[in-house]
């Protein structure tokens, strides 16, 4: 007998004692060959449509005994033992004649010195914790914040990198998946979402570098080589055995190859920040995969030069400040003015959205917030009117960066004179994601003598939320949704108990884009208190634009 023969017969009159132990943590467990056949089972395996003992599946292929839609994923995770990786996957679902059939999650290894076999440990995991609740709806539960997912990616390409391996980063997409959401119930969209994101961690580094980025849209870090091709028929399988019409929905996916040479970390991680907000955000053809560059070094350098132009904006303040006045809806005298950004190029009245869109993509914005805030202050200490208030911008995505925090505080300490006169209007509010921390931030301000508007309002769902947990001076009523309140047959009804409730929380309301007499006297009528729109002019760099104020003898009220 030889010492490998010996070493196994040893190990395996010991196997009661190692199966108990097991059973201490699983519910049963399987040694597979190196064929994927089941060569010993132990604990009830969950297969209703088989009788009797567990030992009835000895000789089984294990891929025969999963449900159709899991069979990719464990002959993938099978595959990913044979790199002597541990195998974890949350949610195994094994045939049974019961639509709700539990879910299992499985951990284990190949061991090379017992003939190559696998030894996997099966754990049934709960309804509540698989978030598998029927009517749920909420099917944001496991996307990832993209920016975390950056990181946690560029952290593990940089290690790959480090140990020689080469890496590449695969986006994937379901251009359909509307459709076959339409054809699902929310559990079975759930389930699916799971087993999508399982399949995809399996395939990628280390078997947990993929990500949910938005309905239907995913990313995941992985070794050079795999078969994307091979991945897309497997996961179209997939989506088909979940479909009530069989038909699933096809992949799009595009990869790009990570390089190394000569790229920071940093680098990757804004290169990859900027993509996969373009790849979360885009709808219809507005960003086509497809048409990715292939070479992660080639993509990083087209972004980082888009990053050097516009740092060297903030940094030689290539921009100017434009204002538009916030006027009183009966005096039409002007409360404040609002401070828009614009740059500097041949057309002096271009939209800066382009500009800013860039620099909240790559994570720039709070630097830009913070040179406009430098911006408006310089112009606030010269103007000749040193009574004039100024509300200016600052980005959701800056509001929990602490160096913008840090930097803005001690700007403010620097100028008290723009106590009761520098206001702070927020915009992008949708990114906020920690409300309570926000508010803080918000608290802070306000408590330094300065007013916090809200921009955006009543454009979404969200609003209401934003107004129970944010204290803010006044809120700016959505343009948006001034016209559709307009129009709707309960529009007026809504926006009045809009302002109506503002008004009794102490919070000043402001309608944005009033660019007719009818949409001033709507407004008025509902109970708004200022307004802002192109029917008083466009926004200027010189305030004397507004002085007289146009439109003036709209304003029945004004002071002679």
Known sequence: MNQTTATIDNIKSERDRFVALSFCWADFLLELDADKKIVFSAGALPISTSPGKSTDFVGSLITDLVTVAHRPLVERLLDFGLNDDRIDCPNLQFNSKNENSPYYSVTGYRLE??????????RQVSISANQFQDGAGNLDDDVVDVKAFSAAATDKIRTMLDKGEEVSVTLMQFPNFSSLHDRLDSSSEKRLSDTVRSYLNANSANGDGAGKISDGKYSLVHQNGLDIDQMSAQLQEITSSYDPLGEGVSVESATIDVDGAGISDEDIAQGLLYTMRQFRDSSGTDFTIGNLSNNFTSLVSDVLDSVKSFKEIVANGDFFAAFQPIIDVNSGEIHHYEALARFNAADRQQSPYEYITFAEETGLIWEFDIAMVKKVLTWMAKSANRER???????????????????????????PWSRGRLMFEITESAQMSDLESANKFIQSVRNSGYKVCLDDFGAGSASFQYLSVLEVDIVKLDGSAVRNAQVAPKGRAFFSALTSLCHNLDVGTVAEMIDSPNSLKFVRECGVQSVQGFLFGRPSENVETFDPLPQIHMFPNRRK
């Open 389 to 415: 208030s100024v509300a200016v911008n600052v980005s959701g995505y800056s509001i929990g960066n602490l160096h913008y925090s840090e930097q803005l505080n001690e700007m403010l300490y620097k100028h």
């Open 113 to 122: 010195d017992l003939e190559n076999h696998y030894f996997l440990a099966f």
